[in-house]
């Protein structure tokens, strides 16, 4: 295999008293990568964060980190890996700096000034020695990272990063994992269900629904395509003129709008197409394309609930 | 993997379990000790009454008497020998008693260190230990902070295996605690007293029948010395069990408390354990394991102090087994 692949996913399934809730996933995360792990809730994302980090053994399929098998090489897979899956929960009943002592004495080697070091980079030097349990929740998060930084892994796996941060520390969040991508060209997983999330931060994606991967590709050929709404004297007559003319499959939003996906260099042919066919445009416009549309359109209508 | 244990060990104290158990522990011996003089004061009182003596401190009349009846019987030809040595060995007994001018009435610091283990090595000692041991594992799948700790790079059972380390050690705290609680205590109460009479040890059941051919005496600090080590074993063997029912609930609470229903429930079956033969493997029924060398247990055929030992050996094995099968396979999904 690819010694560029850091982590590697092969027809992971995951039963649960024989009810399937992870089919056949497949997905590689190459080196200095972002990687996004896009799905609604419930889909299957953070089940299969655990299937990674060795807390849930898939029913069948194989995870390798770095090149080693989570199953059979769990301590030399794992010594590749910072994560935080779920909330952070780390131990209400100790300081911060006696969380992050704590569980670098389960490491091999993080040096004990390494710990100051991701404390001031997660910018919380003021509070590390104030109990945990008196923590907000965006410190919690914050120790967090901390804890998944500190023996500068090969590897981070974050999962839905961002909860529970104020805008400004969301901000802070990714320009923090931009610059540990660029600055330490650390390969990092991050799931999300907000798309504008993944298209913000991530160089690739993998989406997720019910369990399965139902597409992998880059972002930017993700973001093609935004959703394009028309308020139009005749809706019937457009969608008929969309399907014929441009092969573009419009949906019937009221009695006065339709919209579709497509590029923006066509929204002029189809606005010109439209009125040489006597259908009068109100207006257009133009949205970000939502997770809910991006699933509709990738599915072909399947509901995400 | 001792970095692992220092941090289970840290994480207890941390928790202010073990603060906890010290309070109780304290508060408890403070209270049988008060008890303890209490009734003491007032059976002397009692005693002295019945017997027609001015006050207690006429014991030596009293033992004298039965040390001259005793040494009568020793000279009587139709008593068996091994008969003979059991009244040789009450007879000792009673000399050091005189010797050495200690009251057999009243209590020492020795004795009642001694009777407090003996009271608490069936249920209040177990308890303690289930209130360290009950959330070892459940507490951090509680707050889920097992996450944490099982995506280290370090294999599952050692994980186990520092967390029934450092319980062992931890019962050997509490077990530490106290007797240095109840011997403070009763240094206080009762006065530095006691540690060099002799104890009668050394029963045994043969064949249904009380066998006293070994009968001996041993120093009340040889005999302290075995009951807390008894202590520590009990100690162990509820702290294994507890792991094991902590590694296969989710909860703290739901661990604890059937850790405790289980413990007083089946001390309940102990009733029928001279009929119902399937109740002498429980574990609940084999704790009492002092009472084996203090000779003040009723005499059920089949239970001794070997099988007793035997049982409990077996539970604690098959729990820790059980533990590490359980926690090693598990899926953490919560």
């Known amino acids: 295999m690819n010694t560029d692949t850091v982590l590697s996913l092969k027809n992971v399934s ?88 704590l569980l670098r004495k389960m490491e091999p080697d993080i040096s004990a000034s390494r710990i100051d070091e991701v404390v001031e980079l997660v910018g919380l030097s003021h509070r590390i020695h104030d109990k945990v349990g008196t923590y907000s929740l965006g410190m919690k998060q914050r120790l967090g ?93 457009a969608i008929k003129l ?35 066919s006597d259908i009068g445009i109100k207006y257009v416009s133009r949205q970000q394309k939502s997770l809910e549309d991006l699933f509709m359109e990738l599915t072909g209508g399947e509901t995400i609930g | 993997m001792v970095k692992l244990i220092e941090n289970e060990i840290l994480k207890t104290f941390y928790k ?14 403070a209270l049988f000790a008060y008890g303890e003089h209490y009734t003491l004061t007032r059976t002397q009182d009692r005693v002295a009454e019945q017997l ?38 009450r007879a000792e007994q009673l000399r050091f008693y005189l010797d050495n001018d200690v009251s057999p009435i009243g209590s020492t610091a020795a004795r009642f260190m001694g009777q407090f283990i003996e009271q608490s090595i069936f249920l209040f000692l177990p308890l303690l230990i289930i209130l360290l041991a009950g959330d070892m594992v459940s507490g951090e799948v509680n707050s889920g902070t097992v996450k944490l700790i099982l995506t280290r790079p370090v294999k599952r059972w050692k994980i186990l295996m520092a967390k029934l380390l450092a319980l062992s050690m931890l019962e050997m705290f509490v077990i530490f ?16 007293s006691g540690f060099n009479e002799p104890v009668i040890t050394g029963f045994r059941v043969f064949e249904g029948q009380l066998d006293t051919s070994a009968v001996r005496t041993i120093p009340q600090w040889q005999y302290l010395m075995m009951t807390y080590a008894i202590g520590y074993f009990v100690a162990f063997v509820i702290g294994s069990l507890s792991l094991m029912v902590s590694v296969l609930v989710r909860s703290t609470s739901a661990s604890i408390g059937i850790m405790m229903s289980t413990l007083i429930g089946g001390s309940f079956l102990s009733f029928f354990i001279s009929d119902w033969k399937l109740t002498r493997y429980l574990f609940t029924v084999n704790l009492n394991l002092t009472s084996y060398i203090s000779g003040s247990f009723q005499i059920v055929e089949g239970l001794s102090m070997t099988f007793s030992t035997l049982v409990l050996l077996g539970w604690s094995f098959g729990a820790i087994g059980i533990a590490f099968l359980v926690f090693t396979q598990k899926d953490i999904l919560a």
Not at chain 1, 242 to 264: I, M, N, Q, R
Request: aromatic share 6%; proline share 3%; hydrophobic share 40%.
């Open chain 2, 16 to 29: 202010k379990r073990i603060h906890v158990i010290a309070g109780i522990l304290l508060v408890l011996i």
């Open chain 1, 145 to 237: 990272i901390a804890q998944a930084l500190m023996k500068k892994p090969e590897l981070l796996i974050l999962d839905e990063p961002t909860n529970g941060l104020d805008p400004g520390g969301i901000k802070e969040f990714r320009s923090l994992v931009k610059s540990l991508s660029k600055e330490q060209g650390m390969t990092i997983f991050v799931s999300s269900h907000l798309l504008s999330e993944i298209q913000m931060i991530c160089d690739e994606v993998a989406i997720i629904l019910h369990g399965r991967i139902i597409k992998t590709s880059k972002v930017e050929a993700l973001s093609a395509g935004q959703k394009i709404t028309w308020n139009v004297t005749n809706v019937a007559k």
């Open chain 2, 177 to 192: 605690m106290m007797a240095l609680f109840s011997f403070a205590i009763a240094m206080v109460v009762f006065g530095y």
């Open chain 1, 14 to 101: 995951k039963k649960i008293k024989g009810r399937p809730i992870i089919n056949d996933i497949s997905f590689e995360v190459k080196k200095g990568q972002i990687y996004g792990f896009l799905g609604p809730n419930g889909a299957g994302k953070t089940m299969t964060l655990r299937m990674i980090v060795g807390l849930i053994r898939p029913t069948s399929g194989t995870v390798e980190i770095c090149g080693h098998n989570t199953r059979k090489d769990f301590v030399r897979a794992m010594s590749n890996v910072g994560c935080i899956i779920e909330n952070p929960e780390l131990y209400e009943y100790l300081s911060g700096s006696d969380n992050l002592e």
């Open chain 2, 52 to 89: 027609g003596i001015e006050n207690a401190e006429d014991w030596k009349n009293i033992i004298g008497q039965q040390l001259q009846d005793l040494e009568r019987r020793l000279d009587n030809p139709y008593i068996p020998d091994e008969g003979k040595a059991s009244i040789q060995v």
């Open chain 1, 242 to 276: 969309l399907a014929d003319d441009f092969g573009v499959e419009a949906v019937k939003d009221t009695e006065e709008t339709l919209s579709a996906f497509t590029d923006d260099f066509r929204i002029m042919e189809i606005n010109s197409a439209m009125m040489s």
